[in-house]
């Protein structure tokens, strides 16, 4: 299996989007709608908390506090290739 590549920069986008930057140069959008429904993820409704998002030392993951994050793996593996730039070995 392939590593995962590091996250280097997040920024939410529209109203609960993260875009994604790996270190690959990869951009990806991940909808964080459908963790909505669940309770320990509720916070992120709140635009302030959800725009105070940042990624974890080392690229491995990103957090908003330390009870609420995601792992780089769950942004690379669920996140959609971002319109706004190629992927990877595309021109």
């Known amino acids: 299996m392939d590593s ?8 939410p986008v529209g109203g609960a989007e993260l875009l994604d930057r790996f ?3 990869v951009e990806k959008i991940y909808d964080c709608r459908p963790l909505l429904r669940h309770p320990q993820f509720r916070l992120l409704t709140t635009t302030a908390f959800f ?4 990624v ?3 690229g491995y993951g990103i957090s908003w506090n330390d009870n609420i994050d ?6 690379w593996v669920r996140g959609m290739p ?4 190629p992927r990877a070995g595309e021109k």
Do not use: Q, T
Not at 4 to 11: K, L, M, Q, S, T
Not at 70 to 75: K, P
């Open 4 to 11: 995962i590549p590091r996250i280097v920069a997040v920024e």
């Open 23 to 25: 270190d690959n140069g």
């Open 51 to 54: 725009r105070a998002v940042r």
């Open 56 to 58: 974890d030392p080392g």
């Open 70 to 75: 995601l792992s780089g793996y769950e942004l």
């Open 82 to 85: 971002s319109p706004s730039k």
